[in-house]
């Protein structure tokens, strides 16, 4: 367990829960997405282990609840992993497009794409290992692919 993730470990539970209250708490969500992706620019996924939330808590809670066993080696198929970021991204435009553009319905979106997203690590964590979900996660994709980029580029 970092440091860092003692602190950040919090935001999880601020939002997916908060975020029922106060849907402009989904805000974090799009501000954490922004952060992680220009910090993967110059560090790769620094953030994956060491800041984001989810992860903290797929790192600190999961373990004790995890049938540890292997991950499904479809996890690793880069295809399997550009689907599900693609069948994420549709999902999500589709919920802004329906969202009706507010302040506030948008947040709720972010919100629940938290909610979404952490109960399917939940269920991966569970049933596989503690941080099966990351190996599938868009924003983990992404980051990797916004590091391989820029280290190719400076070649
Ligand atoms: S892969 Fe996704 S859930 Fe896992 S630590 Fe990275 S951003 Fe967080």
């Known amino acids: 367990m ?3 993730q003692k ?3 919090w935001l999880l539970p601020l939002i997916v829960i908060g975020g029922l209250f106060y849907p402009i708490l989904g805000y974090l969500v799009l501000a954490m997405m922004a952060v992680l992706l220009v910090m993967s620019i110059f560090k790769g996924r620094h953030w ?3 800041l984001c939330p989810r992860g903290a808590f797929l790192d600190i809670v999961m373990p004790r609840a995890s049938l540890n066993k292997p991950v499904p080696k479809l ?4 295809w399997f992993r550009w689907s ?4 994420f991204m549709i999902f999500l435009v589709f919920r802004l497009s329906r969202s009706g553009g507010s302040f506030a319905a948008v947040g709720a979106v972010f919100v629940g794409m938290c909610i979404i997203t952490t109960v399917i ?3 991966l964590g569970a049933a596989t290992k503690h941080r099966a979900w990351c190996a599938i996660c868009p ?3 992404l980051q990797e692919k916004a590091g391989k980029v820029r280290s190719a580029g400076s070649k």
């Open 2 to 4: 970092k440091k860092a």
């Open 7 to 9: 602190i950040t470990i």
């Open 48 to 50: 994956c282990w060491n």
């Open 75 to 78: 996890f690793a198929r880069q």
């Open 84 to 87: 599900v970021f693609f069948a």
């Open 121 to 123: 690590s939940v269920i």
């Open 139 to 141: 924003m983990g994709t």
